[in-house]
């Protein structure tokens, strides 16, 4: 009951066998062992997988359940070294005993695995200063099929070897597996919530502008259509902040946005704190979330995100997370699974840098992936007897 429960709630095949490893070696022994007759996949919390990418062949899963240790927590340097099973909710809430934040980062989903979140599928580049994840990933160790173990350290870079980070951030489990993880965290810093009333998409934009123009970078915004607000939260030493805060309430920002720019609302650090604990308790992004199977991910440049997305009248709700200066996802619900579907072969859906339903339906009979050379030529150089299924075969 329990597998069939896990699978069915992210829309998800099943798997033929589970393996749950006690920790990171386990898990690195059920890559590098002789593969059967049947590839592996591997599973965190499962919220982000393309189960596409498997193409309908049957498989193995590998839970990372338990690979949740904190290895190591270094306060001189700020970093933080964990198994990349743990979720994110849970690393939040043991940083917390320890006098630490993930705060620096936007909000992530409180079930996503800090292994799942960097191998992840995202359409545009990691910008540290918007709380991307994989910015404030400094080091890493995996693990492939043929090459066995790799790890980067986080420093002296010149002893570190090759880069290969980000093979596996991004990878979506077709080279290898994450093992472990070390993040960049920080002492919690106090908050400041500004909401604008933002009817569309155009105005949250026009706020972000806003504060750039006036170097006041937030930490990570948000905008949903249904409130008509737009959530610019900042983190800083009470000084800065207050200096900021004073420069926004005494009219800095109008200069650069027109007569008819508002003041926001400024709310403090425990309204921030809550806000945020919703959000990642239903973030728009997860394959679990009831309205997953019509919600489409849309990133589009920061030049064409309002106009886009004001002009979606078929929308039913539009969630903007990951806000940066150059580009920004929107996660667009319709009224079933039709209406999204008939807006992805649309000249609409021609404007976004990239395009693609949360949960793309189950064929039974998939049509064969068309890979590109130089994937199939890297599939073979780190899994050349497939035993991973994700992927080329």
Known sequence: ????????????????????????????????????????????????????????????????????????????????????????????????????????????????????????????????????????????????????????????RKAAGPDLRHLFMGGEGVLGTILDVTLSVQK???????????????????????????????????????????YAIIHAPTRLLDAMVDRIENGLLTVDSGADFQLPEIKGDEEARDFRQELEWDMPEQRSRRAAPRTLALTYSMANLGPALDALSEATEVEIMDFSNHAATAYVAFKDVETSRAFLASEQARLALDARPIIAPLDPKPSPILWPEWSEALKDEFDPKRRLTMGPQ
């Open 1 to 156: 009951m329990r597998k069939t429960t896990f699978y069915k709630a992210r829309h998800l095949p099943e798997p033929v066998e589970e393996y749950w490893p006690a920790d990171s070696d386990a898990l690195a022994n059920l890559l590098t062992d002789e593969p059967g007759e049947v590839g592996r996949v591997i599973f965190g919390g499962g919220q982000h997988i393309r189960p596409q990418l498997v193409a309908g062949r049957p498989f193995e899963a590998i839970r990372t359940d338990n690979c949740h240790r904190i290895l190591h927590l270094d306060r001189e340097s700020g970093l933080v070294t964990v198994e990349a099973g743990i979720r994110w909710g849970d690393l939040r809430e043991k940083l917390r005993e320890d006098g630490y934040s993930l705060r620096n980062y936007r909000p992530y989903p409180d079930a996503a695995s800090i292994g799942g979140l960097l191998a992840k599928h995202s359409p545009s580049e990691p910008y540290w200063l918007v709380g991307d994840i994989r910015e404030g990933c400094v080091a890493l160790s995996a693990v492939s099929p043929k090459l066995g173990e790799y790890r980067y350290l986080e420093a002296p």
């Open 188 to 230: 919690p810093l106090p908050a400041r919530q500004l909401v604008w009333a933002a009817p569309t998409a155009g105005d949250a934009v026009g706020y972000l502008r806003a504060l750039s123009a006036c170097d006041i970078r937030p930490n990570w915004c948000y905008w949903k259509r249904s409130a008509a607000e737009f």
